[in-house]
């Protein structure tokens, strides 16, 4: 078989392939557990084991209430993310202090994995206590559409996946 074509066949290949999220049921719900902390006042605190590009688990809160999601920079030189933009000021229950946006993939909570995206590296904020890697905000929440937090069983269920895993690869996006 010549060059010519092999590369025939490839771009007839490519040509029928459907690249993007692989099609999962709409029934296929993914639960993860989680650990509900109970704090003096009833403040309630959510925490997730995360994994970043395999290691961890790290320790990050689900916080709706964020707009950005945030990670520690002791994980954004651990694990070299790269910037993605000029520093900014950015203001929460903590205060006022720079923020460096940085672009994270290949991470996940148990089975849900989190979309490649960027987020932004700070000090997380001494009145949500020590041994916090980040926050994940409503930034990241709301593109799974819909999600269910149970305290009373401790499980956060998402009702889609929205990203591929580091393990997906060009065969299983196509129907060869």
């Known amino acids: 078989m010549g060059i010519r074509t092999i590369a025939i066949m490839g771009i007839f290949l490519l040509t029928s392939c459907s690249v993007g999220l692989p099609s999962t049921p709409t029934s296929q719900n993914i ?3 989680v650990k509900v902390v109970h704090g003096p006042g009833h403040a309630t605190a959510v925490l997730l084991p995360v994994t970043i ?7 990050f809160e689900l916080d709706t209430g964020a707009s950005t999601s945030l990670i520690a920079p ?3 030189k651990q694990f070299a993310l790269p910037q993605a933009g000029r520093s900014q000021t ?3 229950i903590g205060g006022v202090q720079q923020a460096t946006p940085v672009t994270i993939s290949n991470w996940q909570t148990g089975p849900i994995r989190l979309p490649a995206t960027t987020i932004v590296s700070a000090s997380i904020p001494l009145e949500r206590g020590s041994g916090l890697d980040g926050l994940i905000g409503s930034d990241i929440w709301s593109r799974f559409g819909k999600f269910t937090l149970d305290y ?3 499980t956060l ?3 889609k996946q929205i990203a591929l895993s580091a393990s997906t690869n060009f065969r299983s996006l196509c129907r060869v």
């Open 90 to 92: 950015i203001s929460g």
């Open 74 to 76: 002791s994980l954004v």
């Open 53 to 59: 590009h395999g290691k961890g688990p790290f320790v």
């Open 152 to 154: 009373s069983s401790g």
């Open 157 to 159: 269920t998402v009702y």
């Open 31 to 33: 639960t993860e557990p």
